[in-house]
């Protein structure tokens, strides 16, 4: 099964930055589209962003113009880069396989991994 460690995560103060990255193996990489997805306390896991083997990307809307989503193939990882950074961003945030159906992006693996944590203070 696909292998995927997240990590950059930490805690800064609003209006700060983070790159995060996601390190996959077990998988065909290059041909996979790659997401990420975030989960807050008390809430269900959301979609945050996606980037397709072709390199097209797409975002929530409330991220928009603040995170960028890139891959480097020949290093099989995915990165997230968070600028401007607001405490509602505060959350657990994961990668995965990610698909395209009706107006959802759809996780492609079951297991999740350990996730890197982000916390954003007032």
């Known amino acids: 099964q696909a292998q995927l460690v997240e990590s950059g995560g930490g805690l800064v103060q609003a209006g700060g930055s983070l790159r995060l990255s996601c390190a996959a193996s077990?998988?065909?990489?290059?041909?996979?589209?790659m997401g990420w997805y975030r989960q807050a306390p008390g809430k269900q896991r959301e979609w945050v962003a996606a980037?397709?083997?072709?390199?097209?990307?797409a975002y929530l809307d409330s991220v928009k113009g603040r995170f960028t989503i890139a891959r480097d193939n020949a290093k099989n990882t995915v990165y997230l880069q968070m600028n401007s950074l607001k405490p509602e961003d505060t959350a657990v945030y994961y990668c995965?396989?990610?698909?395209?159906?009706?107006?959802?992006?759809?996780?492609?693996?079951?297991?999740w991994g350990q996730g890197t944590q982000v916390t954003v203070s007032s």
């Open positions: 995965n396989a990610v698909r395209h159906l009706a107006t959802t992006w759809y996780p492609l693996f079951g297991s």
């Open positions: 077990g998988i065909a990489f290059s041909i996979n589209a």
């Open positions: 980037i397709t083997g072709g390199i097209n990307t």
